[in-house]
């Protein structure tokens, strides 16, 4: 016969932790780079820097990083910034793929990175937290190596659009792909769409301010050239109305770092917690001598 408790065994086991990326591809940093040579990514960048260059004119400093190559143009060409750092992921290189075009200052891991701590202005993440499989443990090196009152800028896809409905159909249909086909689908769904307010707590946990967000690219993703020259329109009256959702968004957000002030203490008088009758005064000893012999002398005389 089986016990009581037996019957609440599958409660007390602990579920499996949910992947909550279900499609997880060996190589997406060169289909971000196929992607980004086509049409529509050629028309989707060319949005991005417009966007870009209007932001990095206000961001000042020495060392800008940047996490992450997009194509072989740069992104940081409107940088005030006197040095700009480009890092390549090191999962991209171990797999065979040359480095592109431009420069490229340093390789390595992005959640792991091997720069001084508070050595950085300002950091620019193209679609990093949507291409890495740890999104956390980048923002904390992103944080660990900004200065006090660093800027990072990030770019996302909006899932709230029509970019993130097609997102969802691919995700749906990698799901039930084969591993042969899944390597053939489009951008953005080889990645994990970040909602603006899902980053937003995450930079609010790390003490970042949201100083800045900006949307662009209001057409829908689709592939014919002809017909996005058609849709130029929809640009216009996306920025004019708001009331369309954009398919790509900037946040900036600053680094705010709290010092201590110190409080200069008030002096208070308060009161003895000896009595003067307690402690005889050194000053009056002598009198006090005296007082004491006039007494005794006094009591002589009364006995008398």
């Given amino acids: 016969m089986n016990k009581p408790r037996d019957k609440f065994l599958s409660f007390n086991r602990k579920n499996p932790p949910k992947d909550p990326r279900p499609c997880v591809f060996k190589h ?92 950085i202005d300002a950091v620019l993440l193209p679609h990093t937290l949507e291409f890495e499989p740890e999104p956390h443990q980048i923002l904390r090196e992103v944080d660990r190596v900004l200065v006090a009152e660093g800027k990072v800028v990030i770019m996302g896809f909006n899932p709230f659009s029509l970019w993130g409905f097609w997102h969802k159909y691919w995700e ?47 057409r829908p993703p689709v592939k014919n050239a002809a017909l996005l020259k058609k849709l130029e329109f929809m640009e216009v009256a996306g920025r004019a109305s708001r009331l369309l ?38 000053g009056f000893k002598d009198l006090r001598n005296h007082q004491v012999a006039g007494k005794s002398t006094l009591l002589k005389e009364n006995e008398d």
């Fill in 28 to 119: 997406p940093w060169q289909m971000v780079r196929q992607w980004y040579q086509t049409e529509l990514g050629q028309a989707f960048l060319h949005s991005e820097k417009q966007s870009l260059n209007k932001l990095l004119e206000q961001v000042f400093g020495y060392n800008l990083l940047q996490l992450g190559c997009l194509d072989d143009s740069s992104l940081t060409d409107s940088s005030r910034t006197s040095f700009q750092y480009i890092c390549e992921s090191a999962k991209y290189l171990n797999n065979g793929y040359k480095l592109p075009g431009q420069q490229v200052s340093y390789v390595g891991e992005f959640q792991d990175l091997s720069i001084q701590s508070h050595s």
């Fill in 172 to 218: 749906i249909r990698n799901r039930i792909a084969s591993d042969a086909n899944r390597e053939k689908v489009p951008l953005p769904s080889c990645g994990h769409l970040l909602s603006q307010k899902r980053l937003r707590d995450w930079l609010k946990l790390l003490g970042f301010d949201i100083q800045l967000v900006s949307e662009y690219f209001y």
């Fill in 245 to 282: 959702p954009a398919g790509g968004y900037l946040m900036v957000a600053t680094k705010r770092v709290s010092t201590l002030t110190p409080i200069p203490q008030k002096w208070k008088f308060t009161k003895a917690i000896i009595g003067s009758n307690t402690i005889e005064p050194a």
